[in-house]
Every structure is written in structure tokens, then in C-alpha cells.
């Protein structure tokens, strides 16, 4: 059935009825869009708009010529005219018919192709929480990049005011099919690309997907550059040309939910791949993994490393140390540490808020939890400096003082 | 509806129901009559409206936990949804004779009549208070229930001189969040316990709501305001109350039966 | 109101012998006011629900310009400072300059950091948080205690017997029910606000709502609010249907009423019959919220999609409860102001019918973002066919204003500016029904553009409007047509401002329910806000217009603007029993070309010049 109308409507959906032109673009949508789909879906909404403009204007100029035209002149009777006239009425409820099912139609069509992703898409997984997102690349890195937008990054996508919060930077390849795997570990989101102009809600107890095929950065595209101002090169020197897409929460999820943003940036096929190498843990020392966790699943949004006071406890020094908690001080090994990350209303240390996030095994696994054990003993003072995977049974004694 | 009206002009000792004259806007007692049957007709089929929401919810959490609600189901006793079902049966029949009786002016009888309905809305609630949601909830079974036999080997306590005796591990079996029964099979049943209570519970409320109405009219027939050419009270009540029983007639099967 | 002389006006129908109007008080100040406490004349009634529901609008009107004017910036622009939970008192940092919420709001502000050591933070203490809350308020107050009961309760209440032909509803006593159990619902509303307020949007979605950090017990007030009041909408549309059916004045058939009471017949059949639906959902998410029940939380098994169609069951064809009596009004004003008979009865008639009826079966267009393909696929058809019904109205009433004798009055320009701004709301509900476009549109402000423009724009511009056209009847006084024009000019030209930038906002990516934004939307936003000042100013002007009629207005006649409908034959303000014989109905409605008004003199009213084979 749905194919059925799917191929109808592609016969019978006039898609480029209105013009693309220019100012009609600028002032209802702030680019052509990224996506092929994103300009087809332009174009639908610029024709019903067209034909919305064209019943308005007959219909009220309409008004305005018998307003003037009828307007009451003391002592002179209305002129007669009959207030019934079958045909008419007839007539102007088929009519508005056509327009409506062409609508239907060419919407339909329109759907069908931003709902159904091709089969050669990259799968990439995705996670809402409140009020941050993570994605997951085939590899199992995750990008540890934030930026603050419009102070640490200028990016060509409008500005916000500087000092927001730091939001998400996700690297997608160019001209090729993304298919996202969308699920929510708190309350429904919904994940927005104004740019692709999809959106798709995000449940905490089922999978949605979203897909899209960003078109690739071109040469007047703008060029990456490090924190301090230098051009990033590739391996073969060149400069590297990216588009900025700002992705929304678009589904009411509480105090942050409008700062709940992101940054989608669209680079060459291959500097994804090195991007997505360079936080591959593969290969990598567990203290480097866990550094990698650190910045990608979001603990550096509370936590800081460099004892700085935050939101949560600092992690400088924090491994080895009494950590003063609701059921009393307790010493921070291993075994607490994977405590406090797993079920952390299991303890609470005093003077914090029990806010801290319930990750679950599949977004810290094994080798990641030690990774981040490793960090923590890496710059904390109190830990046993010798071996970095010291097993927990050591630290057990240790702790009955 | 009824007012005590004496706009009528006639004596005290003429019956309330002849002296009753339909409200100033009406232009007979007949029309009022039929304005008030459709206006509470419309009533009940918000009331449809309101339990469909609920059919429509146990339609959908069965369809995604078939088992659960199996299981869940299994719990309840299918004799007590009998028993259930006759209480109201019969006191739907005992309504609907009351409101002829009340047509016929045989007084003492259609209060009697009204009375039975009245004495079996309790009896409906005894059973669901004692023999269902109790033990259920709390592990507390009545003396004479008949399942109490069967879990004899675990009881742990008694209360009010052995009227209730408690089974240890049977109770726990609370919606939702508050589901704690030890050995539950199936991790979605607190979601049958949900719905369970949910529909009978608000459908336990109607009978009460019912049962109100019933006694209203009882006070009010006691003083003779319902006769031959005066008893939309009584007629509309008992459309309620047949309500009330039908919408039992869909759940019993539903939570019961099926499985 | 209790000062009003409301002696025999001076017109003719009057013949002096009855007891005054029904505003005469009935002795001294106390004595009055239990008569209206305890009053059962539905004129009474609908003047209470007129008073409670204007008083509404007004306190969703300031949290409307709360919303806007904290949207003046992309961050903050009302600044709320943090207390220390510690001492109690307002927070102030080392150099002694206070502390704002917004900057201790981060778990995300670097350098602020320092200012969260040992604050009890919750997710609901963060700077956004009041934000959420005034546009829930805004919106819940809106339509649950502004829209819905504004055109039924108040002028239905008051116009429906009297057009009818009737001396009061089918249930008089189940009316003044109905405005105590409004002014209750209300309350607990009200009462949620005061001791903190909901952060969850009018569509209260779980599972947010059942596990949002609000006080608990707010939630549950608001919610238990929004279900009396749906009680309330109940109890009144009941009333109407069986008023409709049984109090016709003899001689008064289905096709001779006035389009007025088909509007209302059709918006009470919704409200009886998708009310209920959202209390029992309500009532479970009351249960869901205060015993963790799981029907509607993913956690616990249940499913957050089911809430949002049980939610949208209800929530579409209200949109018809809001908007259909606005139609009604609109074919009222058109042919009076312009002595015309209305083009096409018997389509507008079954229009809204048709529109009440398909109303039903288009709820999932709330939900393309969230539901299966072929859900979405079937619900986007059927929206398209409940536009339909609407645009053959809407060109019944442009013919009907085709050879007709149009006065220009305050009503009539109510009438004018619902047209032009409901063909926008109408039209640009298109492409939210189209799939392909409102997957982007979905929750932006392009769907707050579109609702305004329907709901504000559509049904308060009628309300107000048809406020004007009964006013004089209401309270047998006219106003000043000069000033109450400045007032509808002011909030026609307050409201384009404040609501077309908004459409632009939305197809730019601007999501709805957001208290901060990225910088270029701040022109747009910027438009908006004055434009909601404006708004304010264009609605004051008319609430003094009312005031200053009510106490220095002249005496209004029985039949201002010459109409043909019963309550016309009544005085104005109507005898406590409305007529001083029933009325028997001789004429149409709309019989403009062969029926002089009543009270109007037959040599200064000109009949339209009849074909010579006219029926
Ligand atoms: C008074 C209330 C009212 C009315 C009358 C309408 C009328 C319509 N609405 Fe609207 N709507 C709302 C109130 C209303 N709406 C609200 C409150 C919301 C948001 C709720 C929330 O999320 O908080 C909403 C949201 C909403 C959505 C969901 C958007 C989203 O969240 O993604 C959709 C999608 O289909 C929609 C469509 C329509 C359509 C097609 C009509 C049609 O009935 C319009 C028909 C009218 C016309 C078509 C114009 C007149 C006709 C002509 C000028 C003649 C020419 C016409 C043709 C050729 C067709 N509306
Ligand atoms: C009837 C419905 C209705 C009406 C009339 C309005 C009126 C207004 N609304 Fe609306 N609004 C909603 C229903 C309505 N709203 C709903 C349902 C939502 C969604 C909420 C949600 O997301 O959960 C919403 C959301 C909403 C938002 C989006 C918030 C967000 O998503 O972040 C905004 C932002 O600009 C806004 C602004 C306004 C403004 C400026 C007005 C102005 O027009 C108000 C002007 C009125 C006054 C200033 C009061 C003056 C009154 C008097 C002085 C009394 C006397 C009057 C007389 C005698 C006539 N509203
Ligand atoms: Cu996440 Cu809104
Ligand atoms: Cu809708």
C-alpha cells in the first residue's frame, strides 16, 4: 500500500513547480539546505506557500473589493443576490480538493525519502540523555570534542552568545549515507538537524533512526584550525575544509532542554577516518582510553582533572583518597570508583548533588572502566604509582584502617 | 429532576409525586422527562468514553506483554469474578423492577427493591475488598476464603483473633513501582497489577458513586416523591447502575477470563 | 455591574410590565451577591463566566509577556538571583556582586564552577527553569481555562436559550455547577502556580511530566486542575445538546436555527465526546505520577507514545471545541452587520457538523516525528480532509459579504480581521499536515506561529468581537465605536508583529520551548516582543472601553445592528425570564431581504430590491 503511493506520488508530485530562487530562500530558511532531501522538502514547502499565497490574496482582495464596494450608504438597500447556488458550492469544495491531494502527494514522497535510509548507509549509534548527546562511530570511539559556540570556535553557522555551555562536535564524512540509531536513557528528545531539515524523536524505550547524506565540504567551505589558530593539515598537507551544522533538541526535556545542542561537521571521507582512528581505543594505553572517555561520554562536563572545583568532585587526587560520602568516609579504589559510576546513588559524596548519571556496561565497558581507573590513578598523588593495573584486591586491605 | 416544589398548590396529603411540577423553563413534565433521560444518556456515553480509554490501555500493554498478563490474570480467581458477575446481575434486575414498581405506585416494594440493589453493591465490594484486593496486597487472607487452605503451610500470623491470617510471600502484588511479589515470573506483571487495579478500581468507584444514588433515592422515595408521573430520579439511576454493570460484563471477561 | 440602572431602555418593544432586567440587584450589596452565587438564569452564569474567564486570559496574557520578554535575548534577560541553600540568603560572590541562577546553573560553566561547590542542585533549579514554567503556565491557563469555556461557556451560555427561543438551558442548576466546578479546576491550577509552578508544557508529555523535579505535588494540582475543568467542559456541553434538542421555540426546525446554535451543537458534541477521554488519561497519569503505575513509563514497561495518543485524542478535536463557536459568531456578524442572508445555510450548517465529525480521526498529525509510517501516512490524509469543511466556510462567508449592505462597525471588523488572520492560521496548518515539510516544522516555532494564528487570531479576535456585537445586549449599554476600533486596529497590527516573525523563526530552526537560542533569531525575537506589547496596550484599550460603557455608556436599544435571531426581540439587557411571551418563530434567521428587524421602523429600513421570481 505504501509503496503503491509512494511510486504514485513520485509520478504525480511536482516538485519543482515554485522557483529555487534566492531571496524567497533567505528569508524562510537560512540556506538551501544540506541535503538533497532538505532542498526537495524546500521546494514543497515553497509550493504549497505559493499556493497558499494565491487562495489568500484572491479571497481577501476578494473581501476587501466587497467591503468597499458594499459598504452600507444610509437609506440604500442592499442590492439582492441569491444565497444559495448549488453548483458553486459544489464546485469550490472539489476544487480545493486537488490542491490538498497534490499536497498529500508530493509530502508523502517527500517522507518516504527522509525516512527510509539507503543500504549502504554508515550505522552510527546514538544516545540523548539530558541534555547531551553522544555518538558512537562503526569503530567504537566516540568524539571527545566540544566547543563552546561563538567564543572557542567561530564557526560559520551563526553564533551564540559566548559563554554557553560547550556543546557536542560530531565529525560525519561528506557525501555519504549516515544512518543513526537513536534511542533516549532519560525522558523522549528529539534529535534536529535544521540544516537536513529531519527530525525524529528520540524514546528511552524503543529505536528511531535518522539518516541523511550531508553534501561535502567544498573549497568555500571554511578550514579547521587547532585552539591556537594554526590550520589543522592533513597527512599530505593540505587544509581541511568543513561544514557546520547545529543539531537541536526538539523535544521539551526539561530545564536545559534549549541548550540542549550539538554540532553536526561535515568533513572529507578521509579525515573522518583518521579522525575516527585517533580516538579509536584500540591500540591505546588504558590511561589514554581513559582520557578518551573522559572528554567523549561527558564527565568532563562535571568532573575537572586539574582539582579545579565543579560541579562533581574534581578527580585530581581523588583515587586513594578518603572520600568523605553519606554512609560515612570511604576510600576511593577501584571498587568505589565502579560503584560510584555504575549505581551512584549508591553513595553520594557530601556536599555534591546526587545528580550524577547512571552509565550503564554498554557505554562503559570493561577496558573502558579500566581505562578511566587508570586516568584517575594517573593523576591522583595518593595512588600506588608502581603498576597501573593493580588488582583491586590489594586496595581492598588497604582500606580497613 | 426532582424538587420539592409546591408551586402545585396541592395539600400535604397528597403524595410528593403528584404534587412535583417540571422546572419554569419546561413546558410540561413530559418534556423535562425527556430532556433528562437524553441529557444523562449523553452522561453515560461519556462514561463508555472514559472506561474505553482504559480497554484501549489494556489492549495495548497485552499486545506488547502477552505473557505477563497471562500470568498476571492466573492470579485471579475466576469463581470470585462469578460471584461478582451474578451480585450484579441480579441487582441490575432488582433496579430495573424497582423503577416498574415505582411506575405502578407500589411503594413498599420498589423501596425494597431498592434496598436489595443497595445491599448488593455492598456484597460486590465485600468480595473485591476481602477476597481480592487484600490478600493480594498484603498477604491477609479472610478466615473463610476459600483459597486459604491451600497456603496453610505458610501462614505467619493472624489478626483480630484469627479473622485474618497471614501467608507469608503471598502478598506484594501491588502496581507498578510497588510490585514486590517474591515469585512473579514475569518481569512486566506489575504492569498487569497496574492495569488491573486501575480498571477495577475505578469501576469499584462507580458502583460506590452508584450506590450513593441508590440510597438518594431511597430517602427520597421514603417520602414518596416518586410515583406514576414522577420518577426521572430513579429511572436515571438505574440507567447508571445498569452502566456500572455493563461495563463490569467487559471486564470480567477481560481480566478473568481470557488467557 | 451591581450599579447598573437597568430600567426599561428606551425602545419600543418594551411594554414596562415585568420586574426589570435580570441585572436589577435584588436589594442590598449581600443580597445581591448571593442571588449570583446561587443564581440558575444563564444569563447570570454566562456573565460569570465571562468575568472569570476574561480574568484568565488576563493572567495567561502576562505570563505570555513574561515568555516574550525574557525571549528578548538569546540568554537570560530576566535575572533571577540564586539563594545560598545553605543560609537561606541571596547568594553574592567574592567581590560581593550577586549571583545569578543562570550562572550557577551550570553544570556546564567552566569558570562559574567555583560558585556550585555545596549548592544543592537539581535539575529543575537551573536558570531555564521559571522559563519553562510561565510558557506552561501560559499555555495551560490558555486553554484550559481561556479557550475552551471563552466562546461556549460565556456568550453560548448567555445567547443559546435566548436565540432558542427558551427561558433558560435544559439544566440550569447543572450550569451554575458547571462555572463552580470551572472556578475550582481553576483554582487548583492557580494553586500549583502559587506554591511553585509545572515545568512541563500544556501537553504534560510522560515521561517528563511523571518524573520532572517539580514538587510532586504540583504536577498532580495542575493535572487534577485540567481534570475538573474537563468536568466542567462536560457538564456545559451536555447541557447545550439536550438545550438544543428540547427548547426550540415552536416553529423553530433543525434548519431554522441560527448558525450560532449549529456551532455550538457541533463544539458540544466534541467536548462530550472527547473529554472524557482525556480524564481518564489524565487521572492516569495522576495515578502514574503518585504510585509509579507504569501505564505510560518506558521504565517501567509502558509506553510514552500511548500517552501521546490518548493526549491528541483528545487535543485535536479540541481544537475544533475552540474553534467551531468562533465560526458560529462569525456567521452571526457577517449577515447582520451587512443585512444579508447568509450564503449556503445548510453547507456552513453541516460543515461544522463535518468538521466536528472528521475532527476525530486526525489526532496523529501531532505525532509524525514519533509514530510509524503508515500511521503518519494515514493520519496526514485525513487532516487534509478536515480542511474541507473549513475553507467552504470560509467562502460562504466571503460570498455572503457579496451584495450586501456592510456596516463598518466594531463587530464587523472583528469579523474582517478573523478572516484574514484564520486563512493564515488555515493555511499554514497545511504544510504541518504535509509529512515531508512538518518533519522539520514539527516543534519550532512555526507550529507557535500556526496555533496563534488559529487560536488567538481565530477564536480570541471572534471573542472579543463578538463580545462587541452582544454587548449591548449583554448589558444594555452601547460603547464608544471610536475607541474600540483604535483598540481592534491596535491588537490586529500587535498581533501580526508580535505573531508572523514567528513563522520565519520556525522555518529557520528555532525550536519551540526554548529559553535560549543562537544569535541571529534575536531580530526575529526581538519584532515578537514589541509586538506583544502592543498587544497589551490594544487590550487595555478595549477593557477601558468596557468599563467606561459599563458605567457612563449610553442606553443601548433592543436591537442595536438589526438582527433577525430571537435574542434581538428581547430587551436589553433581558427580563429575568428573557421574553415576556414565548416567542413564536415567523422568519429565518436570516430573512434579511423580506423581514424588517425587529424594533426597527419599516420606513427606515430599506428591503433589498427582490428579483421579480425571487422565492
Ligand atoms: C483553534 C485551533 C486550531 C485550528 C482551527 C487548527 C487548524 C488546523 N491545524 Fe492546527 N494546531 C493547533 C490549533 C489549531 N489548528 C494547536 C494548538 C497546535 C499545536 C499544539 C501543540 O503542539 O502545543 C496545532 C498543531 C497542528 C499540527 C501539528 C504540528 C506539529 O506539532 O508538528 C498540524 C499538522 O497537521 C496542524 C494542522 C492543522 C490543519 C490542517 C488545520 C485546518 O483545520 C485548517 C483549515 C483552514 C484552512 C485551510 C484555511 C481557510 C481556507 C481557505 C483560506 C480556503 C483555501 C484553502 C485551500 C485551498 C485548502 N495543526
Ligand atoms: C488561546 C490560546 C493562546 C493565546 C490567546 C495566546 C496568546 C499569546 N501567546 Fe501563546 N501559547 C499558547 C496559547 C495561547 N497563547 C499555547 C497553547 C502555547 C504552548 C505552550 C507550551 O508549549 O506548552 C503557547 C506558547 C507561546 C509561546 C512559545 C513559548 C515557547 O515555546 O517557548 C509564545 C512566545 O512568544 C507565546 C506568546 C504569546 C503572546 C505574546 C500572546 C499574546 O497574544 C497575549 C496577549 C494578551 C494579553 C497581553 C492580556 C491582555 C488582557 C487584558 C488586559 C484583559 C482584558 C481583556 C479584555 C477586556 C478583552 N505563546
Ligand atoms: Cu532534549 Cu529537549
Ligand atoms: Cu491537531
Same mark, same amino acid.
Given at each position: 500500500m505504501i509503496e503503491i503511493l509512494g511510486k504514485l506520488s513520485m509520478t504525480l508530485a511536482p516538485t519543482t513547480l515554485a522557483a529555487e530562487s534566492q531571496p524567497t530562500y533567505s528569508w524562510w530558511f537560512r540556506n538551501y539546505g544540506a541535503t538533497e532531501n532538505a532542498t526537495h522538502s524546500d521546494a514543497i514547502f515553497m509550493n504549497i506557500w505559493w499556493i497558499s499565497i494565491g487562495w489568500f490574496v484572491f479571497l481577501m482582495a476578494l473581501m476587501v473589493y466587497f467591503v468597499i464596494r458594499y459598504r452600507r450608504r444610509p437609506g440604500v438597500p442592499a442590492p439582492y443576490s441569491p444565497s444559495h447556488n448549488t453548483t458553486l458550492e459544489i464546485a469550490w469544495t472539489i476544487f480545493p480538493c486537488l490542491f490538498l491531494v497534490y499536497m498529500f502527494l508530493a509530502g508523502f514522497h517527500g517522507y518516504i525519502e527522509k525516512m527510509v535510509a539507503p543500504g549502504d548507509s554508515i550505522e552510527m549509534n546514538l544516545t540523548a540523555k539530558k541534555w547531551d548527546w553522544t555518538i558512537t562511530y562503526p569503530n567504537g570511539a566516540s568524539s571527545p570534542e566540544r566547543t563552546v559556540v561563538g567564543a572557542a570556535a567561530k564557526t560559520q553557522i551563526g553564533d551564540a552568545t559566548p559563554g554557553a555551555r560547550p556543546i557536542p562536535i560530531f565529525y560525519v564524512p561528506g557525501d555519504t549515507p549516515i544512518k543513526f540509531n537513536m534511542v533516549s536513557q532519560d525522558v523522549m528528545h528529539s534529535f534536529w538537524v535544521p540544516d537536513f531539515r529531519v527530525k525524529m524523536d528520540i524514546f528511552p524505550n524503543r529505536y528511531t533512526t535518522y539518516w541523511f547524506e550531508a553534501k561535502g565540504p567544498d573549497e568555500k567551505s571554511m578550514t579547521l584550525k587547532d585552539s591556537t589558530g594554526k590550520d589543522v593539515l592533513t597527512a599530505q598537507g593540505q587544509k581541511v575544509h568543513y561544514n557546520d551544522h547545529y543539531i537541536f533538541c526538539a523535544e521539551y526535556c526539561g530545564d536545559q532542554h534549549s541548550e540542549m545542542w550539538g554540532i553536526i561537521r561535515v568533513v572529507p571521507r578521509a579525515f573522518y577516518a583518521s579522525k575516527i582512528e585517533e580516538w579509536n581505543i584500540e591500540g591505546k594505553t588504558p590511561e589514554e582510553i581513559g582520557k578518551l572517555v573522559y572528554q567523549s561520554q561527558g564527565c568532563s562536563a562535571c568532573h575537572t582533572v586539574d582539582g579545579a572545583k565543579g560541579a562533581a568532585p574534581t578527580w585530581k587526587d581523588l583515587f586513594g583518597n578518603t572520600v568523605p560520602t553519606n554512609v560515612g568516609p570511604v576510600l576511593a579504589d577501584e571498587n568505589y570508583i565502579r560503584e560510584a559510576i555504575y549505581t551512584p546513588a549508591a553513595k553520594i559524596h557530601e556536599g555534591y548533588p546526587s545528580n550524577m548519571p547512571v552509565f550503564t556496561t554498554a557505554q562503559i565497558d570493561e577496558r573502558r572502566m579500566q581505562g578511566l581507573i587508570a586516568y584517575m590513578k594517573s593523576i591522583s598523588s595518593k595512588a600506588p604509582k608502581s603498576d597501573a593495573a593493580a588488582p583491586a584486591a590489594d586496595t581492598k586491605d588497604a582500606s580497613k584502617k | 429532576m426532582s424538587t420539592l416544589d409546591t408551586r402545585s398548590g396541592l395539600g400535604n396529603d397528597v403524595p410528593l409525586w403528584k404534587r412535583y411540577v417540571a422546572g419554569h423553563h419546561w413546558r410540561n413534565a413530559e418534556e423535562e422527562f425527556d430532556a433528562c433521560t437524553l441529557g444523562f444518556w449523553l452522561f453515560l456515553a461519556t462514561e463508555v468514553l472514559l472506561f474505553a480509554g482504559l480497554f484501549c490501555a489494556y489492549a495495548i500493554l497485552r499486545f506488547k506483554y502477552p505473557d505477563a498478563f497471562v500470568n498476571g490474570s492466573s492470579y485471579l480467581d475466576w469463581r470470585w469474578g462469578c460471584v461478582n458477575t451474578g451480585v450484579l446481575l441480579i441487582s441490575s434486575y432488582t433496579m430495573a423492577a424497582s423503577i416498574r414498581m415505582f411506575q405502578l405506585d407500589r411503594q413498599s416494594t420498589g423501596k425494597l427493591l431498592l434496598a436489595i440493589t443497595f445491599i448488593c453493591g455492598i456484597g460486590f465490594l465485600f468480595v473485591k475488598g476481602t477476597f481480592e484486593y487484600l490478600p493480594k496486597l498484603s498477604g491477609w487472607f479472610f478466615f473463610l476464603d476459600p483459597a486459604l487452605p491451600h497456603y496453610l503451610d505458610f501462614k505467619n500470623g493472624e489478626a483480630l483473633g484469627g479473622l485474618f491470617v497471614h501467608i507469608d510471600g503471598y502478598g506484594g502484588k501491588a502496581p507498578g513501582q510497588f510490585f514486590s511479589y517474591a515469585f512473579s515470573s514475569d518481569p512486566w506483571e506489575p504492569l498487569w497489577w497496574s492495569v488491573y487495579y486501575c480498571a477495577t478500581g475505578i469501576h469499584a468507584l462507580h458502583v460506590v458513586i452508584g450506590m450513593s444514588l441508590i440510597a438518594w433515592c431511597w430517602v427520597r422515595a421514603r417520602m414518596g416523591a416518586y410515583g406514576p408521573t414522577h420518577y426521572t430520579m430513579v429511572e436515571n439511576t438505574g440507567l447508571y447502575w445498569h452502566l456500572v454493570d455493563l461495563i463490569w460484563i467487559f471486564l470480567f471477561p477481560l481480566l478473568y477470563l481470557i488467557h | 455591574m451591581t450599579t447598573l440602572d437597568s430600567s426599561k431602555a428606551g425602545h419600543h418593544g418594551d411594554h414596562g410590565h415585568h420586574g426589570g432586567s435580570y441585572l436589577t440587584p435584588k436589594g442590598g450589596w449581600l443580597t445581591t451577591v448571593i442571588d449570583w452565587a446561587t443564581t440558575v438564569d444563564h444569563k447570570k452564569i454566562g456573565v460569570m463566566y465571562l468575568v472569570a474567564v476574561l480574568f484568565m486570559f488576563f493572567l495567561g496574557g502576562v505570563a505570555a509577556l513574561v515568555v516574550r520578554t525574557e525571549l528578548m535575548t538569546p540568554v537570560r534577560t530576566v535575572e533571577v538571583q540564586a539563594t545560598d541553600p545553605a543560609t537561606g540568603k541571596a547568594m553574592v560572590d567574592a567581590d560581593g556582586k550577586p549571583v545569578m541562577k543562570s550562572e550557577i546553573r551550570g553544570q556546564w560553566l567552566g569558570e562559574m564552577k567555583a560558585k556550585i561547590d555545596g549548592q544543592e542542585l537539581t535539575s529543575i533549579d537551573g536558570g531555564n527553569n521559571w522559563y519553562n514554567r510561565a510558557f506552561t503556565l501560559h499555555g495551560a491557563i490558555m486553554v484550559?481555562?481561556?479557550?475552551?469555556? =471563552?466562546?461556549?461557556?460565556?456568550?453560548?451560555?448567555?445567547?443559546?436559550?435566548?436565540?432558542?427561543?427558551?427561558?433558560?438551558? &435544559?439544566?440550569?442548576?447543572?450550569?451554575?455547577?458547571?462555572?463552580?466546578?470551572?472556578?475550582?479546576?481553576?483554582?487548583?491550577?492557580?494553586?500549583?502556580?502559587?506554591?511553585? !509552578?509545572?515545568?512541563?508544557?500544556?501537553?504534560?508529555?510522560?515521561?517528563?511530566?511523571?518524573?520532572?523535579?517539580?514538587?510532586? &505535588?504540583?504536577?498532580?494540582?495542575?493535572?487534577?486542575?485540567?481534570?475538573? %475543568?474537563?468536568?466542567?467542559?462536560?457538564?456545559?456541553?451536555?447541557?447545550?445538546?439536550?438545550?438544543?434538542?428540547?427548547?426550540?421555540?415552536?416553529? +423553530?426546525?433543525?434548519?431554522? +436555527?441560527?448558525?450560532?446554535?449549529?456551532?455550538?451543537? =457541533?463544539?458540544?458534541?466534541?467536548?462530550?465526546?472527547?473529554?472524557?477521554?482525556?480524564?481518564?488519561?489524565? %487521572?492516569? %497519569?495522576?495515578?502514574?505520577?503518585?504510585?509509579?503505575?507504569?501505564?505510560?513509563?518506558?521504565?517501567?514497561? !509502558?509506553?510514552?507514545?500511548?500517552?501521546?495518543?490518548?493526549?491528541?485524542?483528545?487535543?485535536?478535536?479540541?481544537?475544533?471545541?475552540?474553534? %467551531?463557536?468562533?465560526?458560529?459568531?462569525? =456567521?452571526?456578524?457577517?449577515?447582520?452587520?451587512?443585512?444579508?442572508?447568509?450564503?449556503?445555510?445548510?453547507?456552513?450548517?453541516? &460543515?461544522?457538523?463535518?468538521?466536528?465529525?472528521?475532527?476525530?480521526?486526525?489526532?496523529?498529525?501531532?505525532?509524525?516525528?514519533?509514530s510509524g509510517e503508515l500511521a503518519a501516512t494515514v493520519f496526514s490524509a485525513l487532516t487534509f480532509l478536515v480542511a474541507i469543511p473549513t475553507a467552504v466556510k470560509v467562502f460562504n462567508w466571503i460570498a455572503t459579504l457579496y451584495k450586501s449592505s456592510i456596516a463598518l462597525t466594531t463587530p464587523m471588523w472583528y469579523a474582517l480581521m478573523f478572516l484574514f488572520l484564520f486563512s493564515i492560521g488555515g493555511l499554514t496548518g497545511l504544510p504541518l499536515g504535509t509529512l515531508a515539510t512538518d518533519l522539520h516544522l514539527h516543534d519550532s516555532y512555526y507550529v507557535v506561529a500556526h496555533f496563534h494564528y488559529v487560536m488567538m487570531g481565530g477564536t480570541i479576535i471572534t471573542f472579543v468581537g463578538g463580545l462587541h456585537h452582544w454587548w449591548p445586549k449583554m448589558f444594555g449599554r452601547m460603547y464608544n465605536q471610536f475607541w474600540a476600533n483604535i483598540g481592534a486596529f491596535t491588537v490586529f497590527i500587535g498581533f501580526n508583529v508580535t505573531f508572523f516573525t514567528q513563522f520565519f523563526l520556525g522555518t529557520q530552526g528555532m525550536p519551540r520551548r526554548y529559553a535560549s537560542y543562537i544569535d541571529d533569531y534575536q531580530i526575529y525575537h526581538q519584532i515578537s516582543t514589541v509586538g506583544s506589547y502592543l498587544l497589551l496596550v490594544g487590550f487595555l484599550i478595549h477593557l477601558f472601553v468596557f468599563l467606561h460603557s459599563l458605567v457612563a455608556g449610553r442606553k443601548a436599544p433592543a436591537n442595536p445592528w438589526g438582527g433577525l435571531t430571537l435574542e434581538w426581540e428581547a430587551t436589553s439587557p433581558p427580563d429575568e425570564h428573557n421574553f415576556h411571551h414565548e416567542p413564536m418563530v415567523k422568519h429565518g434567521p436570516y430573512d434579511f431581504e423580506t423581514t424588517v428587524p425587529p424594533h426597527w421602523d419599516p420606513k427606515d429600513y430599506p428591503l433589498p430590491a427582490l428579483p421579480k421570481h425571487a422565492h
Open positions: - | - | 484550559f481555562m481561556v479557550i475552551i469555556p =471563552s466562546i461556549p461557556a460565556s456568550l453560548g451560555n448567555f445567547l443559546i436559550p435566548l436565540m432558542l427561543g427558551a427561558k433558560d438551558v &435544559a439544566f440550569p442548576r447543572l450550569n451554575l455547577l458547571s462555572w463552580y466546578v470551572y472556578v475550582t479546576g481553576s483554582i487548583f491550577a492557580v494553586c500549583s502556580i502559587v506554591i511553585g !509552578g509545572v515545568d512541563t508544557g500544556w501537553t504534560f508529555y510522560t515521561p517528563y511530566s511523571t518524573t520532572t523535579d517539580a514538587e510532586y &505535588a504540583n504536577v498532580v494540582l495542575m493535572v487534577l486542575g485540567a481534570f475538573i %475543568l474537563g468536568f466542567s467542559s462536560i457538564l456545559t456541553g451536555l447541557n447545550f445538546v439536550v438545550t438544543v434538542h428540547k427548547l426550540r421555540a415552536p416553529g +423553530m426546525g433543525w434548519f431554522d +436555527m441560527p448558525l450560532f446554535i449549529w456551532a455550538m451543537y =457541533s463544539t458540544s458534541i466534541i467536548q462530550v465526546l472527547a473529554t472524557p477521554v482525556i480524564g481518564i488519561t489524565l %487521572l492516569l %497519569l495522576i495515578f502514574e505520577r503518585m504510585f509509579k503505575i507504569g501505564i505510560f513509563d518506558p521504565a517501567l514497561g !509502558g509506553d510514552p507514545v500511548l500517552y501521546q495518543h490518548f493526549f491528541w485524542f483528545y487535543s485535536h478535536p479540541v481544537v475544533y471545541v475552540m474553534i %467551531l463557536p468562533a465560526f458560529g459568531v462569525i =456567521s452571526e456578524i457577517i449577515p447582520v452587520h451587512g443585512h444579508k442572508k447568509i450564503f449556503g445555510y445548510r453547507a456552513v450548517a453541516f &460543515a461544522s457538523l463535518g468538521v466536528a465529525l472528521v475532527s476525530f480521526l486526525v489526532w496523529g498529525h501531532h505525532m509524525f516525528a514519533s
